[in-house]
């Protein structure tokens, strides 16, 4: 039976669990993401320019469909237009979504030009002197996607790719929040109080001090929360006692729920726990507490 209201959809996408486990992926440094776009802007401004030095010049030194060379040139101009305009309005007016438009959006039409590129200066080989083997290679390229099915079937693997690279590039910048389901837990018939493990984990080479590691707990009315393992630092705001090690390192908190006496009567009760590390968003967790 398909459910009929907004609570057993709730209840369709929750799951019982026994613990929340959260591995942390450090974002990029100023100075890397300062040199990674550099590298796209430099790359994207080459591109542009030799699209416009051929269009105003009369020689032919490009095969296969002129379409292809525009295409790749539009990207290229959208990514350079976008960081600009990024670059802009920052100082001024930032939120989530200018950051989702600067490192996913952008990154997308980065490496749609960026790849579509490398395959328009392969076929462009065939116009350079005295390289006669090259020259077959290219003319056999170029016939083998000739066929419309076959360009289908690069297009469709330039675009994958290109998702890919823009998904990635958006998930290491922590802008996509994690797609984590609703957890339940279950208060035990006449209890007052349970709890659930938190464990953290730090992949990285980095040691992650206390004050990088940020908790934010925000519980409905009827529930009251502390956290063992950690400190409170403002109404909602958690931080552990010790460092994280890096390299595998890992710990463990545990998230004690308390129902308050006004609230034995109620049954449904809901926490939000959320993991920053310096202040990006690792993990997002819904907590439904039932019994």
């Known amino acids: 039976m398909l459910p009929t209201s907004l609570q057993q959809i ?14 942390l992926e450090e974002r990029p440094g100023e ?43 539009l990207a290229a101009f959208v990514f350079l237009t976008g960081k600009l305009g990024v670059s802009t309005l920052r100082p001024y007016y930032d939120n989530l979504w200018m950051r989702r438009f600067d490192f996913v959006f952008l990154p997308f039409f980065f490496a749609v030009s960026f790849l579509a590129a490398i395959s328009v200066f392969l076929l462009s080989l065939v116009s350079l002197p005295d390289t006669v083997f090259l020259v077959e290679i290219a003319e ?24 890919w690279y823009a998904w990635r590039t958006g998930k290491k910048m922590s802008v996509i929040k994690s797609g984590v389901p609703e957890i339940q837990a279950t208060f035990t018939s006449g209890e007052s109080g349970s709890s659930l493990p938190l464990r953290v984990e730090n992949p990285t080479s980095n040691l992650i001090s206390p004050g990088d590691l940020k908790v934010e707990i925000h519980t409905s ?20 006692f010790v460092p994280l090690n890096p390299d595998g390192g890992a710990m463990n908190l545990d998230l004690q729920f308390t129902r308050s006496e006004s609230a034995n009567e109620i049954s449904d009760e809901h926490v939000t726990v959320e993991v920053r590390l310096k202040n990006d968003v690792q993990q997002r967790h819904a907590i439904r507490l039932t019994g």
Do not use: C
């Not at 390229?141 to 330039?158: N, R």
């Open 140 to 163: 056999r390229i170029t016939d083998f996607f000739k066929g419309p099915i076959f360009m289908g079937l690069y297009i469709l693997i330039l675009l994958v790719t290109s998702v």
């Open 10 to 23: 709730r209840e369709q996408f929750s799951r019982e669990a026994s613990s929340i486990l959260v591995q």
């Open 221 to 240: 009315e009827g529930v009251s929360l502390t956290v063992d393992g950690a400190r409170k630092v403002d109404d909602h705001i958690w931080e552990p």
């Open 31 to 73: 100075d890397e993401l300062r040199r990674a776009e550099n590298f796209q802007l430099a790359i994207t401004t080459v591109i542009l320019s030799t699209y416009i030095s051929l269009v105003t010049s009369d020689s032919q030194i490009i095969i296969g469909n002129s379409d292809l060379l525009f295409a790749v040139s």
